[in-house]
């Protein structure tokens, strides 16, 4: 009853399931948006409802479209903070367009870390990369959330330590306040100035930026390994909670070792463990559901008649039967057609690759009467 009551919707899913998921992706990247616009403080917000429903019906169709109404519609408010920040913010986005609508999902998480972190969820972040694209996408999912994350939170002046920045809203205020007066010169100074403070903060920074890019990397790497899917939920179990034991030691450790990097704000939240395991335990729930959600979404429709399996009939009595292979009976419906089991369908991955033969001399043999 219950397959035949999910079959409608998963053979929705199936049919349209290419618009299903730009949708759902140009969605959040509208929402992303939308918060950052609200942040800012600059349009109204009948406007900003107008922009969201906009950004989300285009970029469905047109990525690059919705892509670049963004990142104009963003540039007014960070031209009000610094001129030259809004040079440099066009740069980026000009140049990368290409990677950023490519990977246009992967962008749109990166970019929601920071209201991610505000609710202790941005351990999320290179979990869901390594789980929705492998390996190689996670690490970079994981590394730029938090190079992004650290760069927002030094532009506002507070300490760029994740475990300080947990929990904590984005300040634009405090970002126009400090880069209001600042030239090309002293721009470039605030955004690097917080990264190298020191060489054991330099260190600190990057061991944390590498905890995560290894946490996605290794998540992305095993989810697709052969033993994982045959073996979900509870191998995702153990693979989400690998990453995120990573991101553990990375945010507890750190502290602890590099203890001459680390600042007041690090020393009060490491008094804290609730927050850690909290964001731990969010990373294994969150990502078993995710995978075994898109999992059984990729399995075959089920068939619409109902299988009803009759029993073998016995095989007859032979003194012979012993030294003859019997030949096997299939199951049979009630009509006398043979039973269509479902077969799972081979992700890309696990197809072997094409090699050209060994003996093959490269010569095109012709044939002619």
């Known amino acids: 009853m219950v397959t035949q009551a999910l079959r409608g919707p998963h053979s929705l899913y199936r049919r349209y399931q290419a618009l299903l998921e730009s949708a759902l992706t140009a969605a959040a990247f509208a929402v992303v948006v939308a918060l950052t616009l609200d942040k800012a403080a600059v349009y109204p917000d009948k406007w900003l409802l107008v922009i969201g429903i906009g950004l989300a019906v285009v970029g469905i169709r047109w990525p690059l479209l919705a892509y ?27 140049l990368g367009h290409r990677l950023f609508v490519h990977f246009f999902g992967a962008t749109t998480l990166v970019l929601a870390t920071p209201f991610l972190a505000e609710y202790q969820l941005h351990w999320l972040v290179p979990i869901l990369g390594g789980l929705w694209w492998g390996g190689a996408t996670g690490a970079w999912v994981g590394g730029l959330s938090v190079m992004w994350l650290k760069m927002l939170a030094g532009m506002g002046g507070l300490n760029i330590d994740l475990l300080a920045i947990a929990g904590t809203g984005l300040d634009l205020q405090a970002v126009a306040a400090n880069f209001a007066t600042a030239n090309s010169l002293e721009t470039l100074l605030l955004l690097i100035e917080p990264f ?27 989810a697709w390994r052969r033993w994982v899917k045959y073996s979900a939920p509870w191998s995702i179990m153990v693979v989400t909670a690998a990453g995120g034991l990573i991101m553990l030691a990375t945010m507890v450790g750190l502290p602890y070792w590099l203890n001459e990097a680390v600042a007041e704000s690090t020393v009060l939240a490491t008094q804290d463990p609730v927050a850690p395991l909290f964001s731990l335990m969010i990373v294994i729930v969150v990502g078993t559901t995710v995978y075994t959600l898109r999992e059984s979404l990729d399995l075959p429709v089920a068939p619409k008649r109902k299988v009803k399996v009759t029993a073998r009939p016995a095989a007859p009595k032979s003194s012979r039967r012993w030294f003859t292979r019997q030949p096997s009976q299939p199951e049979l419906l ?28 490269g010569l095109i043999m012709l044939e002619i009467d």
């Open 196 to 222: 190298a403070a020191e060489s054991s903060v330099i260190l600190y920074n990057l061991l944390q930026l590498l905890g995560f890019a290894l946490a996605g990397g290794l998540v992305g790497l095993l």
């Open 68 to 94: 670049s109404v963004a990142v104009v519609l963003l540039t007014y408010p960070v031209f009000l903070i610094n001129f030259y920040l809004a040079v440099l913010f066009l740069a980026v986005s000009a």
């Open 334 to 361: 009630e009509e006398g057609e043979p039973v269509r089991r479902p077969v799972r369908v081979p992700h890309q991955s696990e197809l072997p690759e094409w090699e050209p033969p060994k003996k093959d001399s």
